[in-house]
């Protein structure tokens, strides 16, 4: 069976890594390429950036970011904002990423999604969806809805009927990133993770809300096969953040699949 994925994610503003709590209050972190090159010499299993104010400013991603990065990593890059057209695709793909990550675009031009997967095939798509637990109604019935342009429009659609129409458009993966857990360290949201991964026969990726090696077993008790912990490896919230090695290491301990380190 395949081993499990521990995913770091970027959010990049200005040229710089920030962390966020509920989509609000951004700090500081580092340099991304910089970052990344530190989590890759961890052993982390792959890395995913979000040029989170390239859609609002309705600018080109930034691509030198994406290269300085591609140039300093040898794990699969998944880079998402600011892509609008499969012009867009390529120049990021070029640059060096290996996948693609669409959001809000995804919902205002479904099919780019189709377009991108015929391009460059199914596994290079990636469907980001940021998920808010809403009262549960006829156009929601899940209790979860679509939020885009970083959580600040709501869109009336419902999270797992979006997953599954993602999957027919021809996404490859999904991330579900939860907006009331994000960068609380409360753990994932569980109900909405574990609603689409029995949804789909996609890979899904949990997102939001790591706080503890406990939370990304629960992740995976539930079906997905990747989980984002961001917090935990450097937000400067954290007290104490662990190393790639170190959560390897203990999710071994409670049987989970994860890929060694290297020095293993």
């Not at 709590?21 to 951004?26: L, S, V």
């Not at 460059?120 to 808010?132: A, D, E, H, N, P």
């Not at 990304?216 to 662990?242: C, K, Q, W």
């Amino acid at each position: 069976m395949l081993a499990n994925r521990l995913i770091a994610c970027f959010d990049v503003k200005d040229g710089r890594v920030t962390k966020a709590q509920q989509f609000q209050d951004n700090i500081d972190v580092g340099d991304p390429a910089e970052l990344a090159d530190r989590l890759y010499r961890d052993d982390i299993d792959e890395i995913v950036t979000y040029d989170i104010m390239a859609s609002a400013q309705k600018r080109q991603i930034d691509l030198d970011m994406v290269r300085r990065i591609a140039h300093r990593t040898f794990v699969p890059l998944t880079v998402g904002g600011g892509i609008r057209s499969l012009e867009d695709m390529h120049l990021v793909l070029r640059a060096g990423a290996e996948k693609i990550s669409i959001d809000s675009m995804a919902v205002r031009k479904p099919e780019i999604i189709t377009q991108g997967s015929k391009e460059f095939g199914r596994q290079c798509i990636v469907l980001s969806m940021q998920v808010k637990r809403v009262e549960k109604t006829a156009a929601i019935p899940s209790g979860y809805e679509i939020a885009i342009d970083g959580a600040r429009t709501f869109t009336g659609m419902d999270a797992v009927e979006w997953a599954r129409r993602g999957q027919d458009l021809g996404a490859g993966e999904i991330v579900v990133n939860s907006i009331d857990r994000d960068g609380t360290g409360e753990g994932y949201d569980l109900e909405i993770t574990g609603l689409i991964t029995e949804a789909v026969s996609l890979p899904v990726i949990a997102s939001g809300g790591a706080g503890r090696i406990s939370h990304v077993s629960d992740a995976f008790s539930i079906g997905a096969t990747g989980a984002i912990v961001s917090s935990m490896l450097y937000s400067p919230r954290v007290e104490h953040n662990l190393t790639v090695e170190e959560m390897k290491e203990q999710l071994g301990e409670q049987g989970e699949r994860v890929r060694p380190v290297h020095s293993a």
